[in-house]
């Protein structure tokens, strides 16, 4: 079965920088798009980030555009997201999903890691 693992949340002041790390398996990814997405307590999901396994086009929401950078390592299976300038905005449960490349939805979820941003 597809399994998506994050790691690497925790607790980081305002302006320092995160690293999260999403171990995938169960399968290849190639024509798969690799995404994180982040829930803060009472809002709903919002997409963050994505990459093409294959090419590692990226793409980024507005709000963390210049500060996180997603990427991934095909050899290791991994995807990360490099989150630097921390604001507490961005906390948030932090998810690492994946669809296939013609498809809108998601169809892979991992469970979540916690991301805290202290002012």
């Known amino acids: 079965q597809v399994q998506l693992v994050e790691s690497g949340g925790g607790l980081v002041q305002a302006g320092g920088s995160l690293t999260l790390s999403c171990a995938a398996s169960?399968?290849?990814?190639?024509?798969?798009?690799m995404g994180w997405f982040r829930q803060a307590p009472e809002k709903e999901r919002e997409f963050v980030a994505s990459?093409?396994?294959?090419?590692?086009?990226?793409t980024y929401a507005d709000s963390v555009k210049g500060r996180f950078t997603i990427s991934r390592d095909n050899s290791k299976n991994m995807v990360y997201l490099q989150m630097n300038s921390l604001k507490p905005e961005d906390t948030a449960v932090y998810s690492c999903?994946?669809?296939?490349?013609?498809?809108?939805?998601?169809?892979?979820w991992g469970q979540g890691t916690q991301v805290t941003v202290s002012s």
């Open positions: 999903a994946a669809r296939v490349i013609s498809s809108g939805a998601y169809r892979y």
């Open positions: 990459i093409t396994w294959s090419r590692g086009s990226t």
């Open positions: 169960g399968r290849t990814f190639s024509g798969y798009v």
